[in-house]
């Protein structure tokens, strides 16, 4: 069957650009979770979704940032005005139910590279 | 708070022989503990998950882990490496957030493995 994707696979911005990225995760599947993850470096929560309600974007680094899943399936990462310091590899991951004993699946990641 | 400190950045061993990946954790409750691996340009993939029903996990492609509390240790293991097992893997603790749990990885552990 088919896992989460990501699209697109590689994004190059300049510094000021505004990017999305896309989430499609396992159907069927409730919850919902980017990752940002800095070279080197293990991935970082960002955002959760249950549905379509965003439940928690406390990992959001700063007002740039929003995600939305408005009919509770694909996933958007909107990144606004993007800086140097968003390049990263961005992280999907969908999970069938809540709990902390769910296992998340994850999709390749995009990785955005902001000149 | 929920985390997890893996202990070295770097491993390398030989093929056939065994594969140690150290992990400890902070948790100031019964954690759900996983690894996850990473291979180049792929997904993450989970190796093996503690949910509190054995102190000694087994998972995927020989990999096992053992819960020790009173180390707060979650070791990774492997009996003999594979060439194929060079990949970085990460020790990821579910942490409880506003809403929902969203998994916080370590820094992760680089495995080479030499022929």
């Known amino acids: 069957g088919a896992g989460v994707s990501q699209s697109p696979r590689y994004k190059v911005a300049k510094r000021g650009q505004d990017v999305a990225l896309r989430c499609d995760p396992i159907s069927g599947h409730v919850s919902l979770f980017w990752y940002q993850q800095a070279l080197g470096q293990g991935p970082e929560f960002l955002t959760y979704?249950?549905?379509?309600?965003?439940?928690?974007k406390s990992g959001l680094p700063s007002d740039r940032f929003f995600a939305e899943r408005p009919e509770g399936s694909v996933s958007t990462l909107k990144i606004q005005r993007t800086q140097q310091e968003d390049s990263a590899v961005y992280l999907c991951?969908?999970?069938?139910?809540?709990?902390?004993?769910?296992?998340?699946?994850f999709g390749p990641g995009t990785r955005l590279t902001v000149l | 708070a929920q985390s997890v400190t893996q202990l070295d950045s770097h491993v390398s061993v030989s093929e056939g022989t065994p594969v140690l990946l150290r992990c400890n954790y902070s948790s100031s409750y019964s954690p759900s503990l996983f690894w996850y691996v990473q291979h180049p340009n792929k997904g993450l993939q989970l190796l093996l998950k503690?949910?509190?029903?054995?102190?000694l996990v087994k998972g995927i492609n020989g990999f096992e882990a053992e819960f020790k509390k009173s180390e707060t240790s979650f070791h990774l293991t492997k009996p003999s490496a594979h060439m194929s097992d060079a990949a970085e893997y990460f020790c990821v603790v579910s942490v409880l957030s506003n809403s929902g749990y969203a998994l916080n990885f370590g820094k992760g552990t680089s495995l080479l493995v030499t022929p």
């Open positions: 503690y949910t509190s029903a054995a102190t």
């Open positions: 991951a969908s999970s069938l139910r809540t709990g902390d004993y769910n296992e998340q699946f």
């Open positions: 979704f249950q549905n379509e309600a965003q439940l928690d």
